[in-house]
């Protein structure tokens, strides 16, 4: 894949993100309020890992935080990124107002 193809994909990549985080606060319940919450949620996911750790460095001892941080991260970077896939696909078809994923940035199933 060549340079120009790369920065094309990437920016394509942070465009979406962006308009997904407009269209969220349009916040009108329609197919791109739903698809605008999918693609928010894939561009976030990632950032769920280190959360996780700070999450649980917040309420446990450091030696806790690293070890169970990026596992409790890890499965909901996977969950809120499947979340994001399936309301990409399915945006047009109703509900729009009810999100797969509600979970905030951080926030495990443990606690």
Do not use: D
Request: net charge neutral; proline share 8%; hydrophobic share 45%.
């Amino acid at each position: 894949m060549n340079r120009t193809l790369k920065g094309l994909l990437v920016g394509g990549v942070i465009m979406a993100v962006l308009l997904g985080g407009l269209i969220l606060e349009a916040g009108a319940a329609s197919p791109l309020h739903k698809i605008g919450r999918g693609f928010k949620n894939i561009g976030i996911a990632p950032v769920e890992i280190p959360a996780g750790i700070v999450s649980y460095s917040k309420e446990h001892n450091p030696f806790v935080a690293l070890i169970i941080g990026p596992v409790a991260g890890t499965v909901n970077c996977v969950t809120r990124a499947t979340a994001g896939v399936i309301e990409i696909i399915t945006f047009p078809l109703p509900p729009y107002n009810q999100p797969l994923y509600e979970r905030e940035l951080g926030e495990t199933i443990w606690e």
